[in-house]
């Protein structure tokens, strides 16, 4: 039976539950894969940080032990950031050797270039774990949906912010309180900025969508926002509308070109991602033939994203045994144009205070008019001091003819303050 051996890069969360798993189904490993699988090094950072269970011998700081070892056919990295893992999957495939990663900051931008080199060298370049960590999604979007159109991938891709949202939502947690607690848990990254401001999920937006619609789009084509902005009294009103707030990636391929979009949305208590709780993923996927399809499980941690790594190291294993890597590498085969932000139309919930007075209401609603903003529905809530609390709930309208609307209104002497403006899907 033959024996693939594989280069290890990083031994984190993630490298350490590839290394256990590895480890776990030794065994198996050649009726599952069709070859034993071996590490045959690992690359880290600190050399002497003491690793437990780890066979001390396979540990390296160089990479040249890796990259000009002839025997390692496939290299793991999941070290994260963008350089020096840039460079150092570009020099692996130039090398013949195909790649595993779970690395969504460099894919959302170089990805295109990674995968380019992976098509002329003829190996494998499979990313499975960096969308939704142990959610099978990148496959099913590129292989078992390729029969469809997709027109629409709409997810909640990052655990700690559904975690933080949901503390509030239930428990009445702060937003400070509910992010300690996600840290606390290990959720959110040290530096908790890409999770909370939308980035980690805009990157992962990014990825699906260039595999759902065959064309390419980057992180910065991605409008992205977070949730630091969502407070208690929006989580109040959204129960009151038998609704929930999300953080929701969603991405569109309309007849005007592909929209990208990271933002919480205020969603019905009725959609399928309502229900997605604590640090849970889920991805929902509308397909001409298909129809809805939904993943939904654990979007990060050492299992899981070991879990999807494993799964593509299978995959290369099998294909290195075929001799047919580089089978499927880039699937984007068209050229559409990214739809400008401001085009975009949404539903919007907004929260402000006004004099209450008569005639305040109707000049309310002739600026909405005036930038063709249209209302589907006022609330006027309790009255203090003289200021009325009023809830806003639009049609669908362009950004841009909201973000007039909105600065006009707050030229207005009448409104007092606009407290929160969030979209409804
Ligand atoms: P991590 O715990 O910080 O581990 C990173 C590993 O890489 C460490 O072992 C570190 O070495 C090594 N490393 C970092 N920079 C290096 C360098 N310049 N040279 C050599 N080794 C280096 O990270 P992680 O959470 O496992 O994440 C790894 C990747 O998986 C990232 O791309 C991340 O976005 C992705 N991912 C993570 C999750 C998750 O749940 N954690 C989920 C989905 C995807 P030392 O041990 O010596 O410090
Ligand atoms: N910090 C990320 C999250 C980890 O909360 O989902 C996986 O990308």
Redesign the pocket.
Known sequence: MRTVKAGL?????????VYKLLERQKEEMADKAGANVEIAGI?????N?K?EGVDAALLT?R?EDIIENEEIELVI?????IE??RTLIREALLAGKSVV??????LAVYGEELLAIAEEQKTDLLFE??VA?GIPIMRPLRQCLAGNEITEVMGIVN?TTNYILTKMFEQGMSFEEALAKATELGYA?ADPTADIEGL?AGRKVAIMASSAFHSRVVFDDVHVEGITKITAQDIKYAKEFDSVIKLVGIARNTGEGVEACVYPMLLSGEHPLASVRNSFNAVLVHGDAVDDVMFYGR????F??AS?VMGDVIDVVRNIVCGCTGRITCTCYRDIPVKKFDDIRNKFFLRMRADDQPGVLASIASVFGAHKVSISKVVQKIVTDGTAELVIVTDAVKEYHMQNALEHLMCMKAVKEIGSVIREY
């Open positions: 890069l990083g031994l984190g969360t993630v490298g350490g539950g690359l880290v950072h600190n050399i940080k690793r700081d990479w990295e999941v070290m994260g950031g020096p893992a990663t779970a690395n969504k900051d460099l774990a960096a960590g655990g990254e980690d979007g990060a941690g050492e899981p994203t999807a």
